[in-house]
């Protein structure tokens, strides 16, 4: 079974602290995503990476930036936390290059900015 | 620009009846399209991915249908059970994107009574 995990389940940060969501999948996926979850907003692409190295903005990208040094690794950063980050961030893994692959995703890490 | 929908947003029904639950798409130029299944407070678990070029797809008691021409799909849960509550969602995976970006719906909260 294709297994994505994110570091933290619950998270409580101060506002302009700097946040690391980490997330790691262990299939080898060439594709990883970072979403954002509002209630009445829906899910909402921040980034994604085809590849080490590699980004793309999604819709959201303000206020975040991202990392992809390993196949399996993606983090997401919020360099200055601020309230209206509060959130559910979902990470998601896709195997290969074509565009018909199936999303997994992560558990999912409940933010909180006070 | 793509817009999913799902019809209808909650559902409560006896446990041991068929349900279904529909998403309909504005454009049917995608790749494929996926259904999840999210408990509360956690991550989505995939439960169906339909590619373009299908009509259905099977897995258990859950069938996905596909109608592109018309921007349709249905869920179907056989014999519905308590443990089958939960927010369902469906995603379009459309064309002329780069083939990463995914629109889901808002979902379809299903609660199923013992």
């Known amino acids: 079974d294709v297994k994505v995990t994110q570091s933290s389940r619950y998270l409580v940060k101060r506002t302009g602290e700097k946040v690391f969501l980490e997330c790691v999948q262990d299939m080898d996926h060439e594709n990883m995503f970072w979403y954002r979850q509002d209630p009445g907003l829906g899910l909402r692409l921040i980034y994604f990476s085809y590849d080490v190295k590699m980004k793309e903005k999604g819709d959201i990208p303000e206020g975040y930036s991202v990392s992809r040094e390993k196949k399996e690794r993606f983090s997401l950063i919020l360099e200055s936390a601020s309230t209206n980050q509060t959130s559910m961030y979902l990470c998601a893994s896709s195997p290969g290059r074509t565009t018909s692959n199936e999303q997994f995703f992560g558990p999912g890490t409940r933010l909180t900015v006070l | ?114």
């Open chain 2, 1 to 114: 620009k793509q817009e999913v929908t799902q019809i209808p947003a909650a559902l409560s029904v006896p446990e041991g009846e068929n349900l279904v639950l529909n998403c309909s798409f504005t454009d049917s130029a995608i790749y494929n399209l996926q259904w999840f299944r999210q408990d509360p407070g956690k991550g989505l678990t995939s439960l169906l991915l339909i590619q373009s070029s299908q009509r259905e797809q099977t897995s258990g008691r859950l069938n996905a249908s596909l109608d592109k021409s018309s921007g349709r799909s249905t869920l179907y849960i056989a014999a519905s059970q308590p443990g089958d509550s939960a927010t369902y969602l469906c995603a379009v995976r459309p064309q002329g994107t780069g083939g990463f970006k995914t629109i889901f719906g808002a979902g379809t909260r299903l609660f199923v009574k013992a």
